[in-house]
């Protein structure tokens, strides 16, 4: 795992609709990227696809191969489709509807009034109950009833349950007796997956607890059979290199680590877009952006700050609370596959997506409902052939489909019904923006905003205009960008507990714990063959008021005075106020992270100016106009493009509205710009 093995990396990213392949050369910096359709109903066929036609590209065997990078939203598919293993729940006696109760938030844009919260994970019928009790500061008040586990384990066998997930009261503080409990689990349902909360998220709050317990538990069975698949296919290709997994923290773990704890790769595909962009934008010297992620179903909206990629633990996934660390992003349903329909008269857009499989009507599978896609083909913001020709574009199915269901409903030409589908869209994300700027105290004039995904570069001059933002950075690759950034990504493992009782900074108390998390990182590391020299901890704390229900994460500092000092700023960065109330100390965090060998990223040619390969006709709001076409692989360094124009590659389009200008960065981005 260190800058001395063979240089030879691949990264597959699967997406809803496409997989994205980086194929990359540490020696020489040269990348190979590929692009192909993912297969819904198994992703692996699309993941060794997409290796095959890396490889023949730059003309490698696949035994060559020393890393392989994987993100992969297959636990995410099965918490929000509900289609995990068939799982029990075991808790404490008296705590059988803990997620049946759940909390009273309200999500943010339903009815309060018609709201009726989802059907849980796992049914009250299969949640059992053992007999034990810890108090809150870890101290055993009933010892553990061995009977109750005894019928615990002999009820799950009656139910037939795929997985079991292990969730007794405090364990965080002490967990005793849930390790016992799995032991005994295991020894008596041979076969059935077990986990426990002491092992997935040692924390407060028994709910949110039980909830991560729960869908580890879920998608377990599922994730190791599709890691196992994987690691098959690649030993049949003789592929003898580690594979490593993306997780939602923005970085990559072993097999072994992903099999334990599946519930880590859940939104993991996005995180790696934001890694990638961190990526990109430093190589421009650019630390403050706001990334975009567009891709055929969803679109991933983060904003990162002097180059730190922020982590939260009140994620969610669909409905369901995740407080596992993840990449601190918001997520809507808006993509190139986004459905538009007329409902009463009124046009939306998202978040139902056509997604792969028939797709928009202008990729001629026989898709019937209009989508963001089908308006970019009707207004000319599309080439006539994508992934570098492979792919013909049908624009009659395109307008068919935008006059049946958006034109003619609303009594509105084509070119018009087009342009108001996607500023829909384009407002949809605004939104999204302001959640992780304006929300958070930042002002999204102050950043440079990054699109990527297949449909980002498409949005991105748009966008900008209507948050106020006037510069806007294109990666080389937006649309396998994801790939790339699980190239530039790290191994890396959080490590927290809270502590047996909230109460002030006791610096004796926190040195303790923390040494014990250090020790547990320190083994993961090993585990995971990093080098001594490529291993990096950081020690977090998260603190809360009195009274307060949430925390706040600072960077750990060796004094009380000084801990309180660091909440006190950041609790005021964040909500505009301090309080005269006692600080609480609630949970500490060890993040280990394991460097791995930075991607070198060649430098561009100096060009000879940009020269267009035709003119087409283009649909703006001031009416059809020509604009030349670029192909973005004979662009260099220097290289400038006035708008209007389109920018053209094999795995996406830009559209540079009138107004902005264009230059090709030494990197190969390009750097939008408007007054």
Known sequence: MNSTDSPLAVAVDIGGTFTDIALHDASSGRIWRAKTPSVPSDPSQAFLTGIRLALADAGQAAPSLERVLHGTTVATNMILEGKGAKAALVTTAGFRHVLTIGRQDIPRRANYLAWVKPPRPVPASR????????????????????????????????????????????????????????????????????????????????????????????????????????????????????????????GVAGAA??????????????????????????????????????????????????????????????????????????????????????????????????????????????????????????????????????????????????????????????????????????????????????????????????????????????LAALLGITRVLVPPAPGVLCADGLLAADLKAEFSRTLPKAGTVDIETARKIFAELTAQADDWLTAEKVAPEDRQQSKVAMLRYHGQGGEVPIQWVDDAAGVEAAFAAAHKGLYGFTLDLAVELVTLRVEATGRMPAPPRPMLAKGTGAEPRGRFPVDFDSGVTGVPLYDRTTLGAGDTIAGPAIVSQLDATTVVLPGWTGEVHPSGAILLTTK
């Open 127 to 250: 949640v059992l109950e053992v007999k034990e009790r810890i108090g809150a500061g870890g101290v055993v008040l009933e010892p553990l009833d061995e009977a109750s586990v005894d019928a615990a384990a002999a009820q799950c066998r009656k139910l037939g349950v795929e997985a079991v997930a292990v969730c007794l009261l405090h364990s965080f503080a002490n967990p005793a007796h849930e390790r016992k409990v799995a032991d005994m689990l295991r020894a008596r349902l041979l076969g059935v997956a077990v986990t426990t909360s002491s092992d997935v998220l040692p924390v407060v709050r028994e709910y949110e607890r039980s909830l991560a317990t729960v869908f580890n538990a879920v998608v377990m069975p599922g994730v190791s059979t599709y890691v196992s698949r994987l690691e098959k296919r690649l030993l049949d290709e003789h592929v003898s290199a580690p594979l490593l997994l993306m997780q939602s923290n923005g």
């Open 257 to 462: 680590t992903i099999r334990r704890a599946p519930a880590l790769t859940a939104l993991s595909g996005p995180a790696a877009g934001v890694v990638g962009a961190r990526d990109v934008a430093a190589a421009c010297g650019i630390g403050d952006i706001i990334t975009v992620d567009i891709g055929g179903t969803s679109a991933d909206i983060c904003l990162i700050k002097n180059g730190r990629i922020a982590l939260t633990q009140q994620g969610h996934v669909g409905e369901w609370p995740l407080p596992l660390p993840m990449v601190d992003m918001v997520t809507i349903g808006a993509g190139g596959g986004s459905i538009a329909r007329v409902d009463g008269g009124t046009l939306t857009v998202g978040p139902q997506s056509a997604g792969a499989d028939p797709g928009p009507a202008a990729y001629g599978r026989g898709g019937r409902q209009a989508t963001v896609t089908d308006a970019h083909v009707i207004l000319g913001h599309l080439p006539a052939k994508l992934l570098g020709g492979r792919m013909a574009l049908d624009l009659e199915a395109a307008a068919r489909v935008i006059d049946s269901e958006v034109a003619t409903p609303l009594g509105l030409d084509r070119a018009a019904a087009a342009r108001g589908i996607l500023s829909i869209l384009d407002h949809n994300m605004v939104g999204a923006v302001r959640i992780v700027s304006v929300e958070r105290g930042h002002d999204p004039r102050d950043f440079t905003l990054v699109p990527f995904g297949g449909a980002g570069p498409l949005h991105g001059c748009s």
